[in-house]
Each structure stands twice: as C-alpha cells, then as structure tokens.
C-alpha cells in the first residue's frame, strides 16, 4: 500500500497502472483494503499458490510421517504448478515492466513467470530471517531490498539494497491530542486506557483463546479491542455475547481505518509480522509482541527478538499461554499501571522506524521499470 501510493506519487500526470496478485486465501481481505484506499484504480486478482509447510516444532522425518503435513505440501506442490500457468498467461496478454514481489508463497509462481518471460522482478524481504519465497526468487531478481540490514541475509550485495519497512505516511507518532480525538471519533472512551490486540487478517487462536478467558478481568482497567481474524470470528462472538462484557470490542478484520485504531491505541498486543512491527515502531506504541514460534524457520521468533534485544518491546511466549492465559493479561495490566516503563518502550521502539522506506522502495521499483 505504501509503495502503491509512492508510485503513484511520483508518476503524477503519467500513464501508470498497478495491478496487485494474491493468494486466493487472502483475496477477501486484500481486495478490501486496496478498495478502500484505492477504489477501482488498483484491480485485485487471485493466483493459485501453495507453501511447503516446514514447522519448527517438527522434526525432518516428521514432516513425511504427519498425514497433513505431507498431504498439504503435496497438493501445494500442484497448486503451485498451477498459479505458474496461470500467471504465464496473464503475463503474456499484460507484459508489465517490473513484478514487484513483496514476500509470502504467492511470489514463486507468479515469479517464475516472469523470469521465463523476461520481465525484471524487484523482491522486499520484509523479515530479519530470510523467506523461502525471496530466497528461491534472488537467482531471477533484478534488485533485492531488505527489511533489516543486509548482515541478517546471504543475498548477492551488488544487487542488494537495505531500505527498511515501508509503511504508509498515517504510520507516524501522534500527540496525547490527536489520539484522544481518534479515540472519539472511532467511539471509545477517553478517560480509559485503549489496548488492541490483533494475530493478524488470518487470526491467531491461542492469541485470541487467551485474551477471551481474561476479559472479564481486562475490562475492568482498560477498553479492549480484540482483531480475531475471519477464521476465529464466530466461535469468539458468541461467548462474548454470552459474557455480555462492557468495553470489550470483537472484529473479524479491519479493513478501514486500522492505522486509525493502531494509532488510538495505548498499548497494542500483536504478531511479529515484520511490517506490522515496523508499523508500530513508526507509530512510537508500546508494544507486546507474541509471536508464532511453530512457523516456518521461526521467523516471527527472530523478527521479535530484533526488538526484543533492545528492549523495545516486551515478548510474551506463545506455546505458555493455551495452559497460562494469564502470562498475557498478566503483562498487559502491568504495563498499563507502569507509564515510565511504557513511555520507554515507545521512545526505543520509535528509534527502528524509517520513514523513507516506502519512497525508497518505490524508486527501486520504477528503476527497475525503466
């Protein structure tokens, strides 16, 4: 989004168009927020893609011994081979000047074709642990950029550029004021603390099972916003209708307007995506980080621990909280009734935010184009 609005920017007065693929599981959610921010200008298509489903927790052999393990990557394998032919096709009837791979298994098929076509590829590795998407597409890149210092990657350096996150300009530090009156606007309180928990468009279940258990005692010293995810959404709204609970607040997604709710907030309980990350440090939030440690390569383990080392944020273990939900509340009712502790993790968390990271990427972007 970010790099769209910078292109855009810069391309001013000239003939540009912007197409964004996806994975056909994020189609819903992206479609959403391209249409918000963009109505018709930006079209949204889906490609078939699968990933190879490598878990942490896992050992080598029993990635072939998990019947749903080794049936997934074997459909994904074919899914794969599919997306490739049908970004073939669309290729060849739109012929872009550059693909513009942000990440995520999606990126390979869609890559793939565009190197048998000719058509120079620009990736963004947004985590400090290098993806199996970017890695397989560094052999056809025409430019690489980083998320975080070139010494966390293997990539060639003479294609390489260390560029940061981008994120969009409504990414940035607001005064006590201004998040008061977002607060009013998106129809909160404001004389109590806001906090926002979000695992992500897709949901995270531990994330969400725990803070549920804990609400009748989070509400009592805070608004709560809880992002579920679609997949989690249902299950979650009828027990807090059965709860009945004041200052609680359930979304599936928030497609509008979520910076808004980021930016209002006090203090935010999320992932360790990388973008989302560097998202809130533009934001200057004070922050608790769960992140997914099962994930392939453990790379949100590894986005957090960059923050972590820092003490920018506060980490909270993921596996503990499906038998100790209460670590997290725990740490949440602690960090509200601590606001030197909070202010400081909002000053180090703000130091790892560059705001010229989309205009940037953008600039690789139409180079690459050129």
Request: hydrophobic share 45%; proline share 4%.
């Amino acid at each position: 989004m970010a790099v769209f609005k910078e292109i855009l920017t810069k391309r001013a007065g000239q003939e540009t168009e912007i197409r964004f693929w996806c994975d056909k599981k994020f189609f819903p959610q992206a479609k959403n927020i391209i249409q918000n921010e963009f109505g018709d200008e930006i079209a949204v298509s889906a490609i078939s893609s699968g990933k190879l489903r490598r878990y942490n927790h896992l050992t080598f052999w029993q990635h072939f011994t998990v019947s749903g393990v080794l049936w997934g990557n074997l459909v994904d394998f074919f899914k794969n081979i599919w997306g490739t032919l049908q970004s073939l096709v669309k290729l060849i009837f739109w012929r872009p000047d550059v693909i513009f791979c942000k990440g995520g298994f999606v990126c390979v098929p869609i890559g793939l074709a565009a190197w048998l076509l000719g058509i120079p590829i620009v990736t963004h590795d947004s985590d400090a642990h290098p993806g199996l998407a970017n890695r397989i597409l560094a052999k056809f890149a025409k430019t690489i950029a980083t998320g975080a210092p070139l010494e966390f990657y293997n990539y060639p350096a003479e294609i390489s550029t260390y560029v940061g996150v981008p994120v969009r300009n409504e990414f940035r530090k607001y005064s006590q004021k201004e998040r008061a009156e977002f607060k009013k606007d998106l129809g909160f309180k404001t004389y109590k603390p806001l906090v926002l928990i979000t695992g992500g468009g897709l949901g995270a279940a531990r994330l969400n099972n725990a803070i549920a258990h804990e609400a009748p005692k989070l509400v009592q010293s805070a608004q709560i916003v809880l992002v579920s995810g679609v997949a989690n959404y249902e299950g979650l709204k009828t027990g807090a209708e059965n709860q009945n609970l004041e200052d609680f607040y359930l979304h599936d997604f928030i497609a509008k307007d979520m910076w808004k709710y980021l930016a209002a907030a006090d203090l935010v309980v999320a992932r360790a995506g990388a973008t989302s990350n560097l998202e809130l440090a533009a934001l200057a939030k004070p922050t608790i980080l769960v992140p997914n440690a099962r994930l392939t390569g453990g790379h949100q383990v590894k986005n957090a621990m960059v923050y972590a080392n820092k003490q920018a944020v506060k980490l909270v273990d993921d596996d503990k909280l499906e038998d100790n939900p209460e670590l997290l509340s725990d740490e949440i009712l602690g960090l509200l009734q601590n606001e030197a502790r909070m202010t400081e993790l909002s000053r180090k968390f703000a130091k790892f935010a560059n705001p010229e990271s989309a205009s940037e990427m953008a600039d690789i972007v139409l180079r690459a184009a050129s």
